[in-house]
């Protein structure tokens, strides 16, 4: 009950003193966007992860806590655009001074906006505030689902052409004697059994590229961007989060995810959809202590097919439901946490080029998103 004790404080805290008292301050309503921020500001703590350092030679840089502020409110406010999120700081002004800006005059212009941006990228603080926000609610917590899924990044630049890969042509039939073909060289999902973390997540491949995948209703779709790997607790809240190519296959992911979300989190039941139905990924869940609940993949074996469907067919006969069934159907959680994510909270608005920079743009809506899901939780 600890989290959701913390939580309730939080949210009484909220509406009961803190909202009345900005709201006596700035002279103006606040409306829910406003609330949220402040929220999110008050779970985050950008003051500890972001220093300002006055008093060094040349120039002052501008504050890069407002202006981490302003990039966290941008998904919130449904701002698409830098330009245009310089334009709303101007004319809303409890939207202004919540970032830390008493007058129009002290808002930095478009290019040191984006070159606060790239730092905010290249260090990963909006990953690095996420990650503190899920250790710190979820402390001495225990969560039941871990639902994984991945979603389309559509991004506005060009794939990255692969290299083509010169293979020696293979002879057919039965080598001669003493001839020794070359053998195939391991899958990732084996190499990633003897690798750690920081390697495996570093093995990933991160450029924009082409990527296809069979939607909900069985029709294939492309999209040239990138790729996002959720791991999404009981509540539709993320834990953690991966972003790569868009071609990789949702399974090469599955293993340095759970990793990272089992050094976040304590849980019990790993819930993956078919495209992860493979004994390595198996092996390494019940590894880390959980139990996996993996869509069956029959692939090419026909009479598998038919074998689940005909025991599909018995069980809604009988009007039994099995409990690993019961369970995977918590995994419609992860997307509700994707279409969250891209409808209300700057999923779809990429304007950022690069991985680094596409990730930390995401990563700010992750943030708001996760404490969105917080407060329903008490509300």
Same mark, same amino acid.
């Given at each position: 009950?600890?989290?959701?004790?913390?939580?309730?404080?939080?949210?009484?805290?909220?509406?009961?003193?803190?909202?009345?008292?900005?709201?006596?301050?700035?002279?103006?309503?606040?409306?829910?966007?406003?609330?949220?921020?402040?929220?999110?500001?008050?779970?985050?703590?950008?003051?500890?992860?972001?220093?300002?350092?006055?008093?060094?030679?040349?120039?002052?840089?501008?504050?890069?806590?407002?202006?981490?502020?302003?990039?966290?409110?941008?998904?919130?406010?449904?701002?698409?655009?830098?330009?245009?999120?310089?334009?709303?700081?101007?004319?809303?002004?409890?939207?202004?001074?919540?970032?830390?800006?008493?007058?129009?005059?002290?808002?930095?212009?478009?290019?040191?906006?984006?070159?606060?941006?790239?730092?905010?990228?290249?260090?990963?603080?909006?990953?690095?505030?996420?990650?503190?926000?899920?250790?710190?609610?979820?402390?001495?917590?225990?969560?039941?689902?871990?639902?994984?899924?991945?979603?389309?990044?559509?991004?506005?630049? $060009?794939?990255? =052409?692969?290299?083509?890969?010169? &293979?020696? @042509? #293979?002879?057919?039939?039965?080598?001669?004697?003493?001839? /020794?073909?070359?053998?195939?060289?391991?899958?990732?999902?084996?190499?990633?059994?003897?690798?750690?973390?920081?390697?495996?997540?570093?093995?990933?491949?991160?450029?924009?590229?082409?990527?296809?995948?069979?939607?909900?209703?069985?029709?294939?779709?492309?999209?040239?961007?990138?790729?996002?790997?959720?791991?999404?607790?009981?509540?539709?809240?993320?834990?953690?989060?991966?972003?790569?190519?868009?071609?990789?296959?949702?399974?090469?992911?599955?293993?340095?995810?759970?990793?990272?979300?089992?050094?976040?989190?304590?849980?019990?039941?790993?819930?993956?959809?078919?495209?992860?139905?493979?004994?390595?990924?198996?092996?390494?869940?019940?590894?880390?202590?959980?139990?996996?609940?993996?869509?069956?993949?029959?692939?090419?074996? $026909?009479?598998? =097919?038919?074998?689940?469907?005909? &025991?599909? @067919? #018995?069980?809604?006969?009988?009007?039994?439901?099995?409990? /690993?069934?019961?369970?995977?159907?918590?995994?419609?959680?992860?997307?509700?946490?994707?279409?969250?994510?891209?409808?209300?909270?700057?999923?779809?608005?990429?304007?950022?080029?690069?991985?680094?920079?596409?990730?930390?743009?995401?990563?700010?809506?992750?943030?708001?998103?996760?404490?969105?899901?917080?407060?329903?939780?008490?509300?």
């Amino acid at each position: 009950m600890r989290l959701l004790e913390s939580l309730t404080q939080c949210w009484k805290t909220c509406q009961h003193e803190l909202f009345p008292r900005l709201q006596d301050h700035y002279k103006e309503p606040l409306n829910e966007q406003h609330k949220l921020f402040v929220t999110v500001l008050g779970l985050i703590q950008i003051e500890n992860f972001v220093h300002n350092w006055p008093g060094l030679p040349g120039r002052p840089a501008s504050d890069r806590q407002a202006l981490a502020r302003a990039f966290a409110a941008k998904p919130i406010f449904k701002i698409k655009q830098t330009a245009a999120l310089i334009e709303r700081l101007k004319i809303d002004r409890t939207l202004r001074q919540l970032c830390g800006w008493t007058s129009t005059k002290q808002i930095p212009s478009e290019a040191t906006f984006s070159r606060a941006f790239a730092e905010f990228a290249e260090s990963g603080l909006p990953t690095r505030m996420h990650e503190a926000l899920i250790k710190s609610a979820y402390k001495e917590q225990i969560v039941g689902h871990i639902s994984r899924d991945s979603t389309a990044i559509e991004a506005r630049e $060009k794939p990255v =052409k692969k290299p083509k890969i010169d &293979e020696p @042509k #293979r002879k057919r039939g039965r080598p001669k004697k003493g001839e /020794e073909r070359p053998q195939k060289p391991p899958r990732r999902l084996e190499l990633q059994k003897d690798m750690t973390l920081p390697e495996m997540l570093a093995d990933l491949p991160k450029p924009c590229d082409v990527g296809s995948k069979q939607n909900a209703k069985g029709y294939r779709q492309s999209w040239v961007g990138y790729k996002l790997h959720i791991d999404t607790a009981d509540g539709g809240i993320p834990i953690s989060c991966v972003l790569t190519s868009a071609s990789l296959h949702d399974s090469q992911a599955a293993i340095p995810l759970a990793t990272m979300t089992d050094e976040r989190v304590n849980s019990c039941y790993d819930l993956m959809d078919a495209a992860y139905d493979c004994p390595e990924i198996k092996d390494h869940s019940r590894s880390l202590g959980h139990v996996p609940i993996i869509d069956v993949n029959p692939r090419a074996d $026909k009479a598998l =097919k038919e074998e689940l469907a005909a &025991e599909a @067919k #018995r069980l809604k006969l009988l009007g039994h439901r099995m409990p /690993e069934d019961i369970r995977y159907n918590e995994r419609s959680t992860a997307e509700r946490t994707n279409a969250r994510l891209k409808d209300e909270f700057g999923g779809r608005d990429i304007w950022v080029k690069g991985n680094e920079k596409v990730m930390c743009h995401l990563m700010f809506g992750i943030l708001a998103l996760t404490v969105d899901q917080m407060m329903r939780l008490v509300a």
